[in-house]
């Protein structure tokens, strides 16, 4: 079993950053390829980002290109998602997640945490 636990959404005015934290425990999280998600109300939980084992490869959603940063610290068990330049289009609760793989871009992960939710006001 992995657990995930995410941290540091909140409420930001549009434009504005804030850094999500996932930190993991119980597997060796270097073993795990890790994603972001998220859930808008009344919408389908969708794909964010998504980072390999090392940390060598990323993967993005088009909506997020150029605006978030996934990274991971595997000495923390810490995956990270910097988020910037945030439009209230981005308001969701932002899950994050874990596989046993290289790489997952798609929602095929193992393990998932509880959320946090982020608010972008206009």
């Known amino acids: 079993q992995v657990q995930l636990v995410e941290s540091g959404g909140g409420l930001v005015q549009a434009g504005g950053s804030l850094r999500l934290s996932c930190a993991a425990s119980g597997r060796t999280f270097s073993d795990y390829a890790m994603g972001w998600f998220r859930q808008a109300p009344g919408k389908e939980r969708e794909f964010v980002a998504a980072?390999?084992?090392?940390?060598?490869?990323?993967h993005y959603v088009d909506s997020v290109k150029g605006r978030f940063t996934i990274s991971r610290d595997n000495a923390k068990s810490t995956v990270y998602l910097q988020m910037n330049s945030l439009k209230p289009e981005d308001t969701a609760v932002y899950y994050c997640?874990?596989?046993?793989?290289?790489?997952?871009?798609?929602?095929?992960?193992?393990?998932w945490g509880q959320g946090t939710q982020v608010t972008v006001s206009s």
């Open positions: 997640a874990a596989a046993r793989a290289y790489l997952v871009i798609t929602n095929k992960y193992d393990y």
């Open positions: 980072i390999s084992r090392g940390g060598a490869n990323t």
